[in-house]
């Protein structure tokens, strides 16, 4: 009877023991899970791949966006769209073909008026909108006529090796658009001039959307003068420029960076290319201005090869000519260009989409 009251104790023992066993084991998995969470949320997520920020302006369709949907394909998580078209107008399954641009439309858009501050007015509000994106490092401005020259690889690297901005700026000494009035503000020896379609690092982009001492004289002074009255009826001054006051679009950035004392941060030279043609347009009021249209039939991989083949700019009004380079050596000029027609950049498109080899495609670095 005492042998059985013994081993009724002792399985009892046990039993407390197993239980106290299991009880420390759970506590101490609670203990490490909970290690393991609060370790998990206090560690920063893992570094984003920084981005390129495409800021498209158009009228009111993109009119290549097949071009540039084969361009951003399989790129995602490295670049982010930006467009500014009308107000009202909305990029959807019915207004654009490519899904890249589905609701891309700043909601804030404003009415653009060629010759107007307003020009000036869309690129600020596609850089503020573009700011809200903390992974976005570069800043491009696109037109909608532009087209890619190399594939998405090959500007990626590009632009992200390079540490400055690329911003098309000389000194302006002989249009005469600069108005006396912007003195003391905006004095002459920072009056620039250049092309619009720049790329600018996120430090040059919140300088730009921060400025409220430059852009509000722009608002000012660069308002576009009309013609005369009856102006059809009588010769057209000889000096067109005289028309106009400022052409906004083409000084804004490279004075403002001249203005702020950025301009040791910069590579002053554009990366798209324009062919300028003052003959070229049939409205008397903007001839002078008016870049080259390329249509279907000048679509050619010649034109291409010519417009790649660049290596140098030369700035007639500081007498210097820029050689373009990349991660300090020799390259080429231009990564974008424009005007193209929507037939003409279909067909340069197809024309490398057809091509099945892999090595031929790699070496034209086209899309």
């Known amino acids: 009877m005492k042998r059985r009251s013994s081993r009724i104790r002792w399985a009892k023992i046990a ?36 981005k390129i920020a495409f800021l498209f302006i ?19 998580g490295r670049f982010s769209v930006y467009v500014h078209s009308r107000p009202g107008f909305l990029f959807n399954h019915a207004t654009t073909k490519s899904p890249y641009f589905y609701g891309r439309q700043v909601n804030n ?59 098309d700026s000389f000194a302006d000494t002989k249009e005469g658009r600069y108005n006396p009035k912007m003195h003391p503000i905006i004095p002459m020896h920072n009056w620039r001039k250049g092309s619009q379609w720049v790329v600018l690092l996120k430090k040059h982009a919140e300088v730009v959307v921060n400025d409220d001492k430059v852009f509000p004289e722009f608002q000012k002074y660069c308002r576009r003068r009309p ?16 028309e106009h006051n400022c052409i906004p679009d083409e000084h804004y950035v490279q004075t403002l960076l001249a203005q702020t004392g950025l301009e040791g941060e910069i590579i002053r030279r554009s990366l798209t290319h324009t062919l300028w ?22 679509a050619t991989s010649k ?44 067909k340069l498109l197809e024309t490398v989409s057809s091509t099945t080899s892999l090595e031929r495609l790699t070496k034209m670095h086209y899309i």
């Open 109 to 167: 858009s404003v009415q653009v008026d060629w010759g107007e501050a307003s020009m000036i007015q869309a690129e600020r509000i596609l850089l503020q909108n573009a700011l809200k994106d903390a992974s976005n490092a570069r800043f491009l401005f696109v037109s909608d006529s532009c087209v890619p020259l190399y594939n998405f690889s090959y500007i990626y690297d590009y632009i992200m090796s390079s540490s400055t901005s690329f911003v």
């Open 227 to 242: 013609l005369p009255e009856f102006w059809r009826d009588r010769p057209i001054p000889s000096d067109v420029a005289k």
């Open 15 to 50: 039993i407390l023991l197993s239980l106290s066993f299991c009880m420390g084991t759970l506590v101490l998995i609670t203990k490490q899970h909970n290690s393991i969470m609060s370790h998990s949320s206090s560690s920063p997520p893992p570094e984003q791949r920084p």
């Open 277 to 298: 043609d003052p003959s070229s347009s049939k409205d008397q009021e903007r001839r002078g201005w008016h870049p080259v249209t390329y249509k279907l039939s000048d």
């Open 58 to 76: 158009a009228r009111n369709r993109l009119p290549l966006d097949v071009v540039w949907d084969a361009f951003f394909q399989k790129q995602e």
């Open 303 to 346: 034109l291409i090869k010519s417009i790649r083949d660049i290596e140098n700019i030369y700035f007639e009004t500081e007498y210097r000519r820029e050689w373009c380079t990349s991660k300090s050596k020799p390259s080429r000029c231009f990564l974008f260009a424009r005007k193209f027609t929507r037939a003409a950049a279909v």
